[in-house]
């Protein structure tokens, strides 16, 4: 695995803004596996400035996000077809046809994950997968279980993830209970993967999910197991991980 450690929050956004550039212009037609939180916000902004100065292209570009809410519709400004619109898709030039967010409304959760699954079959995999990480370990919804999920899957959110969601929501009661996620075995066969990780409350995660046992308990700690790792991150989030290395 490879470590970046930048100064601070925006540092790291460029960081990660010009690994994704660096795909996008070596691959013009590679698949990015993309995220939501709030971590690669500063990312997604960075690049957005850079399209508009013309250094990229995203047109032929296809985009497999991670996961969605199970309930919220696309127009939801709380779905993360909504977030992907608002924070990168509206203002680059990919087509979004070409971008595919797990189908929030689809009330079969098998249907939904059997489709989603094909999705990403059909496109021949990620190429570059961004991940956040959750406090609890947790990459996309895949949250701590006893085994880890191949492919797409609906899961319960647990209370620690409902709560640290609620902050974008108007109360605790709107944070939907369930969501569909990639599953950690089509996160793990993506050619390169990119964390991202900013401020001191994930520093003890970082540490647990990439220098502890590996565990569906902690789901990140499998990415100990890919070839391929990048962990983008700043000093903050990286400084239990310094510490112990
Ligand atoms: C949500 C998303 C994850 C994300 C996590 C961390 O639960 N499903 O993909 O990594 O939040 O979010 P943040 O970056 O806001 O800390």
Not at 122 to 131: F, K, M, P, V, Y
Not at 136 to 159: D, M, R, S, W, Y
Not at 168 to 194: C, H, L, N, R
């Amino acid at each position: 695995m490879r470590v970046y450690c930048a100064k601070d929050y925006y540092h790291a956004s460029r960081m990660a803004a010009n690994i994704i550039s660096a795909q996008v212009i070596m691959k013009p037609d590679c698949v990015l596996g993309l995220a939501t939180g709030s971590t690669p916000i500063g990312a997604y902004e960075q690049l957005v400035k850079w399209y508009e100065k013309g250094d990229l292209d995203f047109s032929k570009v296809t985009s497999i996000n991670l996961d969605e809410y199970r309930g919220l519709p696309a127009e939801n400004d709380q779905s993360y077809r909504y977030f992907m619109n608002t924070h990168l898709f509206d203002f680059i030039n990919i087509d979004k046809k070409n971008t595919f967010v797990p189908d929030g409304m689809e009330p079969d959760a098998k249907k939904a994950c059997k489709d989603y699954d094909g999705i990403i079959r059909s496109h021949g995999g990620i190429d570059l997968q961004i991940l956040g990480l959750g406090h609890n370990g947790h990459i996309g919804f895949n949250e701590p279980a006893a085994a880890f999920a191949k492919g797409t899957q609906c899961v319960k959110l647990t209370e620690s993830t409902i709560t640290a969601n609620a902050r974008f929501f108007a109360s605790m009661d709107d944070v939907p209970k369930e969501a569909y996620t990639m599953g950690i075995g089509s996160i793990m066969q993506a050619k390169k993967i990119m964390v991202i990780v900013s401020g001191e409350g994930k520093a003890e995660i970082v540490k647990r999910a990439f220098l502890g046992p590996i565990t569906p308990e902690v789901p990140a700690s499998v990415l100990q197991l890919h070839s391929d790792v990048i962990l983008v991150g700043d000093e903050a989030a990286l400084s239990e991980y310094n510490k112990s290395i």
